[in-house]
């Protein structure tokens, strides 16, 4: 069976979502350790962060490859993306800024992170979730 555009398109974007997400992990641990404000939270958000972005870096590869298990993934980290994406809309990171140094940087560093963000995650999540579900689609993996 031939590949379908937004395929092409979800695999790529996740596989540049992973890939954020594991830069990120790496940076926060950067700062964090650099300036003596690394917490026990804060290492066990960034291994998340870590282990998030190489597995949907990895789904985003079987997406591309056809496979179902990697369309499972998505579909998976899609609900989680909407999920989090509501909750970075509706949550101030100044709420969150006592449990985690991390989440002090952040909006200093990226001061519309949460709104855009969370904009964003949800709104790939509901495309991918959307597309992922359409009866053509799912043919397209069962091959």
């Known amino acids: ?53 190489l597995m949907c870096t990895a789904a985003a590869v079987g997406l591309l490859q056809l496979r179902n298990w990697g369309r499972q993934i998505i579909v998976m980290f899609s609900l989680l993306m909407i999920i989090t994406g509501i909750a970075g809309i509706i949550i101030s990171p100044d709420q969150l800024s006592s449990i985690s140094s991390l989440f002090t940087i952040l909006p200093h560093e990226f001061p519309h992170f949460n709104t855009v963000g969370g904009a964003m995650a949800t709104l790939l999540g509901l495309i991918a979730l959307w597309y992922l579900s359409k009866p053509r689609v799912k043919f397209l993996f069962w091959w």
């Open 1 to 53: 069976m031939k590949r379908t555009r937004g395929i092409t398109f979800l695999s790529l974007t996740f596989f540049a979502l992973g890939f954020l997400l594991v830069t990120m992990s790496v940076w926060g641990l950067r700062n964090l350790v650099s300036w003596s404000l690394l917490q026990l939270f804060d290492a066990i958000l960034l291994a998340a962060f870590l282990a998030a972005g």
